[in-house]
């Protein structure tokens, strides 16, 4: 059974940093790319960034491209998404998501109705 489990979520001060985790377990993590999303508040969801298996094909949204960092760490199976100069736009539930095939940008709407989420760790920013 795939399980995503994120955390590292918290309330921050516009221009601050958070890192998200996300564990993986139940398949093989190392061969898959994945994703992290987000949903804010009465919006819907929002692809934020990607990274294939082996981690050397990287994708951001325009909105956090040079703020934000995608990165795994394959032997531990987590997915990480560094957060720098938070925004209170930035404020949303943060899932990660296991994806079956690498995409970026719209492209992956179409694969994250399907695929698995975690159930989310919540960034609030806020002063």
């Known amino acids: 059974e795939v399980q995503l489990v994120e955390s590292g979520g918290g309330l921050v001060q516009p221009g601050g940093s958070l890192r998200l985790s996300c564990a993986a377990s139940?398949?093989?993590?190392?061969?898959?790319?994945m994703s992290w999303v987000r949903q804010a508040p009465g919006k819907g969801l929002e692809w934020v960034s990607s990274i294939n298996s082996g981690g050397g094909r990287l994708s951001y949204t325009d909105s956090v491209k040079g703020r934000f960092t995608i990165s795994r760490d394959n032997a531990e199976n987590t997915l990480y998404l560094q957060i720098n100069t938070l925004k209170p736009e930035d404020t949303a539930v943060y899932y990660c998501?296991?994806?079956?095939?690498?995409?970026?940008?719209?492209?992956?709407?179409?694969?994250?109705?399907?695929?698995?989420r975690g159930q989310g760790t919540q960034v609030t920013v806020s002063s």
């Open positions: 139940g398949f093989a993590f190392n061969s898959y790319s």
């Open positions: 998501a296991k994806l079956p095939t690498y995409c970026s940008g719209y492209g992956c709407y179409d694969l994250l109705t399907s695929a698995s």
